[in-house]
């Protein structure tokens, strides 16, 4: 992947260069936003949820996994997944927060910002679950882009285990219209693979301790891990609390704001404490 200027633990407020980078590409690595020591921890943490309360599946569905396997492969392929670890991990909800990850998500989305999700993505060993194109806007629709997803690698990533790779400049083409039916039933999001394919992206690997983020709206894939080590990243959501969320997952629950306030819109009530009523969205 393109750099431009490097982050370091103690710094965190980016150059013009790299908001631009971002701004213009749809993307943008940090590195070393977590130490070696905090990594560590993290991983540790990872690993105990995956044995306590992940959930290990085939992944996604659609008809894009016959274009992206063969046959036995796709048989054998899985996903280690689940939502928010930081109502499950200290250690979690401390990274949410980490100030000079703030910092840098205050330079991209402005000087409020909202934790939206966090989401465990781990492609576990020789068959780790690979990625179609998407965006992330169908899983989670905002009215707009000022929405950040920050994958945090807790492990080196490579082609060969299925690092994140971006097509660039993708994300000002805004929301688009994603495969979500077949003719066997719905499916996962996902941009058709005769348009969008891996091979016209760029590579994002990055080290453990790094970030790559990017909007919203870019449109990104991964190939399948076929290491003998598992691929363990998480996904952070950031938006601006004033992007208000239309559709998807987390719909109707407010976030953590790590920065900032919360402006208060016309006639907007304060948040229920007495859990959702009938017909209203629950937090699952």
Same mark, same amino acid.
């Given at each position: 992947m393109n750099e431009v200027g490097v982050l370091t633990n103690e710094v965190s407020v980016?150059? /013009?260069?790299?908001?631009n980078f971002y701004n213009e590409r749809g993307y943008l690595r940090i590195p070393k936003i977590f130490t070696p020591q905090e990594t560590d921890e993290l991983a540790a943490e990872l690993d105990r949820l995956i044995e306590v309360w992940a959930q290990k599946t085939v992944g996604w569905t659609g008809p894009w996994r016959k274009v992206y396997m063969d046959a036995d492969t796709e048989k054998k392929s899985m996903l280690t997944s689940m939502h928010d670890?930081?109502?499950?991990? !200290? $250690?979690?909800?401390r990274?949410?927060?980490k100030p000079n990850l703030v910092e840098v998500l205050s330079n991209l989305l402005g000087p409020n910002v909202e934790l939206h999700h966090t989401t465990m993505h781990v492609k576990p060993p /020789?068959? !780790?679950?690979?990625?179609?194109?998407?965006?992330?806007?169908?899983?989670?629709?905002h009215q707009n882009g000022r929405y950040v997803d920050v994958l945090v690698h807790l492990d080196d990533t490579c082609h060969d285990n299925g690092e994140?790779?971006?097509?660039?400049?993708?994300?000002?083409?805004?929301?688009?219209?994603?495969?979500?039916?077949?003719?066997?039933?719905?499916?996962?999001?996902?941009?058709?693979?005769d348009?969008?394919?891996?091979?016209?992206?760029?590579? !994002?690997? $990055?080290?453990r301790g790094d970030i790559v983020c990017f909007n919203i709206c870019t449109i990104h894939g991964s190939h399948i891990n076929v290491t003998n080590r598992p691929r363990r990243l998480v996904r952070l959501g950031y938006r601006d609390p004033e992007n208000v969320q239309i559709a998807g997952q987390s719909l109707g629950r407010p976030g953590l704001i790590v920065r900032g306030f919360r402006p208060r819109r016309s006639g907007q009530d304060l948040f229920s404490n007495n859990g959702p009523r009938e017909g209203e969205a629950t937090f699952d």
């Open positions: 980016l150059t /013009e260069d790299q908001i670890l930081h109502f499950y991990s !200290g $250690a979690w909800a990274a949410v927060m /020789e068959t !780790g679950h690979p990625f179609p194109m998407h965006q992330d806007w169908p899983f989670y629709k994140i790779r971006l097509l660039e400049g993708s994300h000002k083409q805004g929301p688009l219209q994603h495969i979500v039916r077949t003719q066997d039933g719905p499916c996962h999001p996902h941009l058709p693979t348009k969008y394919k891996l091979e016209d992206t760029v590579a !994002g690997p $990055a080290n």
